[in-house]
């Protein structure tokens, strides 16, 4: 215990620790979505784009990163999205392709151009997310911090919208909803949240962070703001004790914090079984 | 002569290479019960999605009178498999039917929130306004769709096959809802159904798409 008091007298902890919980709460929001319109395979898909993106980013010594890998992954959601919408089968062939494609090339190009002396190990930290999630600027913080913010308000205000269009996208039309619009603002948040996220977890696990909390929270609640409020305060939670826990012993913390949703989901869903019966 | 609510005017329905319907013109009047029938494949849902604006007509023109353009048009649609496994609560569900008088506000107010409380008490089902909606049977499912349809227009419902996936008891009391709202509140309904003894038992006007179409 006071180990752990001690680390989080660190200014460089408590910055890993304020944005572990941002990305936490932006990814769990939009979880229930992902899952039921089956888009996950679209994040999926937005994670190694943006793995592609960060190696160009990281070949091109970038200092902000973000500002090419945020972009591009944003476009790429949306070109994806529309299409889906035009053929199922294209769609999911289209994302297989993109995804494919933007890994193998992020790989080639870092090979082929990075300076860096340890290249595996970039590799392995983009992949699986990094112990340089320790070494934060203010600026990264800072620039997490907006995201997150303008992440959460855009979901409160569209909170309604999105529900409407989940739930029932032909009823969602008729009633004069501009379905297309919500569907491009969900890719584009998706894409934010991936990119955001992709520096805690790295690009591998991300999906895990969006599916998880959403997934445990409805097999406990019933209703879609409960669910939503849930899987929320279990992925800040959940993320945190994976952050200090991987901190305390070392461990990797993408890793750490998927086990740990893991272990949650099991619980959730034999909690489930019992509130049922 | 009661009001026109609807009025299709020369209509080609199909998609791509493939005609289903030419010069298809009718109108729909003000408290009718409407029932459109055929064969599978024959074009009995591209009509309902064209007159709702969810897929466009190949030519013609399809024109609502100003009053449900206001008010709003109620759609019951079939279920979709998102809604199998949809956490949302009956509430939700049906509140979300006031969505189109949300114009550029974020949240449902007052008004709309009383509305969606007494479309449940009318569909009977305040009783289970809390629980889940995917935990329903098929019948109160169908229930929980019809009051969010209601909320959504006061005119004019629009319903794909509302008793496809019902048992026979659920079905007729489904029926007899239906029947009441057109009955006793005045409400147009344009219902696609394939139950062959629908039109004659409800129906003001049939429209049968087959080798021809014909309005009777």
Known sequence: MSTLIEYLQFPFVQKALIVGVLIALCSSLLGVTLVLKRFSFIGDGLSHVAFGAMAVASVMNLTHKMILVMPVTILCAVVLLAAGNRRKLRGDSAIAMISVSAMALGYLIMNLFSKSANLTGDVCSTLFGSAQFLTLTDSDVVICIAVSVIVVILFIVFYNRIFAVTFDEAFAKTSGTRTSLYNILIAVIIATVIVLAMNLVGSLLISALVIFPALSAMRLFKSFFKVTVCSAILSVTITLIGMLVSILLGTPVGATIVVSDLVVYGAFAILGKCVSH | ?216
């Open chain 2, 1 to 216: 002569m009661s009001d026109i609510v609807l009025k299709c005017d020369s209509l080609t329905l199909g998609y791509e290479n493939i005609t289903l319907a030419t010069d298809l013109s009718f109108e729909i009047k003000e408290g009718e019960y409407w029932c459109i029938t055929g064969e599978n494949g024959t074009g009995k849902t591209t009509l309902m999605k064209t007159i709702l604006g969810l897929t466009k007509a190949l030519s013609g023109t399809v024109t609502w009178c100003d009053e449900a353009l206001r008010d709003g048009i109620g759609y019951l649609p079939q279920q979709t498999d998102v809604q199998k496994d949809f956490p949302a609560s009956v509430r939700e569900v049906v509140l979300s039917g006031c969505q189109g008088r949300l114009g550029f506000r974020p949240f449902y107010n007052r008004t709309e929130k009383e509305m969606a409380l007494l479309n449940i008490k009318r569909m009977g089902i305040d009783d289970i306004s809390g629980r889940c909606y995917r935990e329903l049977s098929g019948g109160q499912q169908q229930r929980v769709l019809l009051a969010r349809a209601l909320c959504a227009t006061g005119k004019v419902l629009v319903l794909d096959e509302p008793i496809a996936s019902l048992d026979p008891k659920a079905a007729e009391e489904m029926y007899e809802l239906i029947d009441s709202l057109n009955k006793k509140d005045n409400i147009t309904i344009i219902m696609v159904t394939h139950d062959p003894e629908a039109p004659g038992r409800f129906a003001t006007r049939e429209l049968r798409f087959g080798e021809e179409i014909s309005i009777i």
